[in-house]
């Protein structure tokens, strides 16, 4: 006897844009830890700069692993916005991920429009938007300074 397995992604009844290579980006709003919001098309709007975004859960080990190494790449880049924000977490244990990791960039907690829009098969996840707001690739794994660089510029 054969046994299969059948992945499939589940849409939201409704039209729901989903990130994908190549297209424009789905535009979103989250709160960000620090109380502020981040709209996507609104720091398009204002900044021409190429926007990382990186998916990550705060009992995601890889993760913790890479979150020093985004840190370290936002401030050694300041011609890029990074953004982190948080999936498949409660706003609790993104707080305490934050307190401890006090990363350089800005970290946002996902909401279920984030989340239908942003679908993965895990954690973490990093997209590259361009200033003109097309997604130009997404990564799954652990991300390091050399990699991003990589990422950002080609």
Request: charged content about 20%; hydrophobic content about 45%.
């Amino acid at each position: 006897m054969i046994i299969g397995l059948v992945v499939a992604w589940v849409i939201p009844s409704g039209e729901v844009e989903v990130a994908e290579v190549g297209r424009p980006a789905p535009d979103f709003t989250v709160p960000l830890l620090g109380g502020e919001t981040f709209t996507l098309s609104s720091q398009l709007a204002a900044d021409d700069r190429p926007i990382i975004l990186n998916l990550w859960a705060s009992w995601c080990i890889p993760c913790r692993t890479e979150t020093p190494d985004i840190s370290a790449f936002a401030v050694a880049n300041p011609d890029v916005k990074v953004i982190g924000v948080a999936v498949e977490d409660t706003e609790t244990a993104a707080r305490a991920f934050a307190e401890e990791f006090a990363p350089s960039y800005d970290l946002g907690f996902a909401d279920d429009e984030f989340e239908a829009a942003y679908p993965r098969l895990g954690l973490p996840v990093t997209y590259i938007i361009g200033a003109d707001g097309v997604i130009q690739e997404m990564f799954n794994g652990i991300v390091d300074q050399e990699i991003l660089g990589d990422m950002v510029s080609g």
